[in-house]
Protein backbone atom coordinates (compact mmCIF):
# COMPACT_ATOMS: atom_id res chain seq x y z
CA UNK A 1 0.00 0.00 0.00
CA UNK A 2 1.38 3.29 -0.79
CA UNK A 3 2.25 6.00 1.86
CA UNK A 4 0.26 9.09 1.47
CA UNK A 5 3.17 10.95 1.03
CA UNK A 6 3.71 9.50 -2.35
CA UNK A 7 -0.40 9.29 -3.05
CA UNK A 8 -0.10 12.82 -2.63
CA UNK A 9 2.55 13.47 -4.53
CA UNK A 10 0.87 11.46 -7.35
CA UNK A 11 -1.82 13.56 -7.12
CA UNK A 12 0.30 17.08 -7.04
CA UNK A 13 1.70 15.96 -10.54
CA UNK A 14 -1.55 15.11 -12.04
CA UNK A 15 -3.07 18.36 -11.04
CA UNK A 16 0.24 19.89 -12.62
CA UNK A 17 -0.38 18.18 -15.64
CA UNK A 18 -3.53 19.29 -15.64
CA UNK A 19 -2.62 22.66 -15.66
CA UNK A 20 0.13 22.27 -17.90
CA UNK A 21 -2.45 20.73 -20.53
CA UNK A 22 -5.37 24.11 -19.38
CA UNK A 23 -2.64 26.33 -19.67
CA UNK A 24 -1.16 25.21 -23.60
CA UNK A 25 -4.82 25.23 -24.24
CA UNK A 26 -5.14 28.64 -23.15
CA UNK A 27 -2.14 29.73 -25.04
CA UNK A 28 -3.08 27.78 -28.39
CA UNK A 29 -6.60 30.02 -28.00
CA UNK A 30 -4.73 33.02 -27.30
CA UNK A 31 -2.42 32.40 -30.77
CA UNK A 32 -6.13 31.70 -32.62
CA UNK A 33 -7.35 34.61 -31.58
CA UNK A 34 -4.27 36.68 -32.20
CA UNK A 35 -4.15 35.16 -36.00
CA UNK A 36 -7.32 36.08 -36.09
CA UNK A 37 -7.45 39.90 -35.01
CA UNK A 38 -4.34 40.18 -37.55
CA UNK A 39 -6.35 38.17 -41.22
CA UNK A 40 -9.63 40.65 -39.93
CA UNK A 41 -7.30 43.83 -39.71
CA UNK A 42 -5.42 42.97 -43.32
CA UNK A 43 -8.87 42.23 -44.89
CA UNK A 44 -10.04 45.63 -43.87
CA UNK A 45 -6.87 47.01 -45.04
CA UNK A 46 -7.12 45.14 -48.56
CA UNK A 47 -11.05 43.06 -49.01
CA UNK A 48 -9.00 40.23 -49.85
CA UNK A 49 -9.22 37.10 -48.19
CA UNK A 50 -6.29 35.56 -49.87
CA UNK A 51 -3.82 38.45 -48.92
CA UNK A 52 -5.36 38.85 -45.52
CA UNK A 53 -4.62 35.42 -44.78
CA UNK A 54 -1.10 35.81 -46.27
CA UNK A 55 -0.46 38.82 -44.11
CA UNK A 56 -1.75 37.03 -41.24
CA UNK A 57 0.42 33.41 -41.81
CA UNK A 58 -2.44 31.49 -42.01
CA UNK A 59 -4.48 29.25 -44.60
CA UNK A 60 -8.13 30.54 -45.89
CA UNK A 61 -9.27 27.32 -44.96
CA UNK A 62 -8.29 28.39 -41.34
CA UNK A 63 -10.77 31.29 -41.86
CA UNK A 64 -13.25 29.05 -43.06
CA UNK A 65 -13.50 27.10 -39.80
CA UNK A 66 -13.70 30.48 -38.23
CA UNK A 67 -16.56 31.52 -39.66
CA UNK A 68 -18.26 28.50 -37.97
CA UNK A 69 -17.74 30.36 -34.84
CA UNK A 70 -20.66 33.15 -34.65
CA UNK A 71 -18.52 35.22 -32.85
CA UNK A 72 -15.47 35.53 -35.51
CA UNK A 73 -18.69 35.68 -38.23
CA UNK A 74 -19.95 38.86 -36.86
CA UNK A 75 -16.80 40.55 -36.71
CA UNK A 76 -15.56 39.05 -39.92
CA UNK A 77 -18.88 40.99 -41.12
CA UNK A 78 -17.76 44.01 -39.53
CA UNK A 79 -14.57 43.84 -41.04
CA UNK A 80 -16.03 43.44 -44.63
CA UNK A 81 -18.28 46.87 -44.12
CA UNK A 82 -15.36 48.36 -43.29
CA UNK A 83 -13.12 47.00 -46.55
CA UNK A 84 -16.68 47.61 -48.86
CA UNK A 85 -16.75 51.68 -47.10
CA UNK A 86 -12.91 51.46 -48.27
CA UNK A 87 -13.50 51.02 -51.35
CA UNK A 88 -16.22 52.91 -51.93
CA UNK A 89 -14.33 56.21 -50.56
CA UNK A 90 -11.26 55.37 -52.70
CA UNK A 91 -14.04 55.12 -55.64
CA UNK A 92 -15.39 58.83 -54.57
CA UNK A 93 -12.03 60.13 -54.82
CA UNK A 94 -10.86 58.84 -57.93
CA UNK A 95 -14.26 60.16 -59.43
CA UNK A 96 -14.59 63.60 -58.05
CA UNK A 97 -10.66 64.01 -57.54
CA UNK A 98 -8.78 62.18 -59.75
CA UNK A 99 -5.07 61.31 -59.93
CA UNK A 100 -1.95 62.89 -61.62
CA UNK A 101 -1.06 60.78 -64.47
CA UNK A 102 2.83 61.18 -65.95
CA UNK A 103 2.96 62.02 -69.61
CA UNK A 104 6.19 60.69 -71.29
CA UNK A 105 8.47 62.01 -73.90
CA UNK A 106 11.05 60.04 -75.28
CA UNK A 107 10.55 57.53 -72.20
CA UNK A 108 11.33 60.38 -69.37
CA UNK A 109 8.70 61.80 -67.74
CA UNK A 110 8.19 65.74 -69.21
CA UNK A 111 4.83 66.56 -66.84
CA UNK A 112 1.99 65.37 -65.32
CA UNK A 113 -1.84 65.14 -66.42
CA UNK A 114 -4.58 65.09 -63.75
CA UNK A 115 -7.30 61.80 -64.83
CA UNK A 116 -10.81 61.45 -63.43
CA UNK A 117 -12.81 58.24 -63.38
CA UNK A 118 -16.20 59.39 -65.58
CA UNK A 119 -17.38 55.21 -65.41
CA UNK A 120 -17.02 55.25 -62.17
CA UNK A 121 -18.34 58.88 -61.41
CA UNK A 122 -21.50 57.30 -63.24
CA UNK A 123 -21.41 53.85 -61.48
CA UNK A 124 -21.45 55.69 -58.22
CA UNK A 125 -24.26 57.69 -59.72
CA UNK A 126 -26.52 54.73 -60.40
CA UNK A 127 -25.59 53.09 -57.05
CA UNK A 128 -26.83 56.14 -54.86
CA UNK A 129 -29.60 57.17 -57.49
CA UNK A 130 -30.87 54.73 -58.98
CA UNK A 131 -34.14 56.14 -60.22
CA UNK A 132 -32.63 58.52 -62.04
CA UNK A 133 -29.65 57.38 -63.51
CA UNK A 134 -30.54 53.74 -64.49
CA UNK A 135 -30.62 52.76 -67.84
CA UNK A 136 -33.70 53.01 -69.70
CA UNK A 137 -35.41 51.53 -72.60
CA UNK A 138 -38.43 53.01 -74.18
CA UNK A 139 -39.89 51.13 -76.72
CA UNK A 140 -43.18 53.34 -78.48
CA UNK A 141 -45.06 52.93 -81.38
CA UNK A 142 -45.88 56.07 -84.88
CA UNK A 143 -45.33 59.25 -82.96
CA UNK A 144 -44.46 58.06 -79.60
CA UNK A 145 -47.52 56.57 -79.04
CA UNK A 146 -48.51 53.07 -77.74
CA UNK A 147 -47.34 49.72 -79.68
CA UNK A 148 -50.73 47.80 -80.64
CA UNK A 149 -49.48 44.06 -80.96
CA UNK A 150 -52.74 42.05 -82.73
CA UNK A 151 -53.69 39.02 -81.20
CA UNK A 152 -52.62 37.47 -84.60
CA UNK A 153 -49.44 38.80 -84.61
CA UNK A 154 -49.15 37.27 -81.28
CA UNK A 155 -50.18 33.36 -82.08
CA UNK A 156 -47.54 33.76 -84.58
CA UNK A 157 -44.57 34.53 -82.33
CA UNK A 158 -45.48 31.47 -80.76
CA UNK A 159 -45.09 29.13 -83.77
CA UNK A 160 -42.19 31.26 -86.01
CA UNK A 161 -38.58 31.72 -85.22
CA UNK A 162 -36.88 35.56 -85.09
CA UNK A 163 -35.79 35.16 -88.92
CA UNK A 164 -39.36 33.90 -90.24
CA UNK A 165 -40.84 36.81 -88.16
CA UNK A 166 -38.28 39.96 -89.30
CA UNK A 167 -38.63 38.11 -93.10
CA UNK A 168 -42.48 38.66 -92.38
CA UNK A 169 -42.23 42.05 -91.53
CA UNK A 170 -40.09 43.05 -94.49
CA UNK A 171 -42.38 41.55 -96.46
CA UNK A 172 -45.42 43.41 -94.43
CA UNK A 173 -43.51 46.90 -94.92
CA UNK A 174 -42.95 46.66 -98.32
CA UNK A 175 -46.56 45.66 -99.03
CA UNK A 176 -47.38 48.99 -96.73
CA UNK A 177 -45.22 51.01 -98.91
Known sequence: MPRKRE???????LEDSDDEIRELETRQMARGKLRQK???????????VTV????????KN??????K????????????????????????RRAREGWKEPVFY?????GYTHRYSDPLLMFLLRG???????DRTEISGP?????????????????????????????LEAVDS
Open 143 to 171: EGGPIRIDQKVVALAKVLTVDELNELRSR
Open 38 to 48: AFLAAFRETGS
Open 52 to 59: AARAARVS
Open 128 to 134: WQPARYR
Open 106 to 110: RGKIC
Open 62 to 67: AHVKWM
Open 7 to 13: TYAKTAL
Open 69 to 92: DPEYAAEFEKARAEAAQSLEDEAV
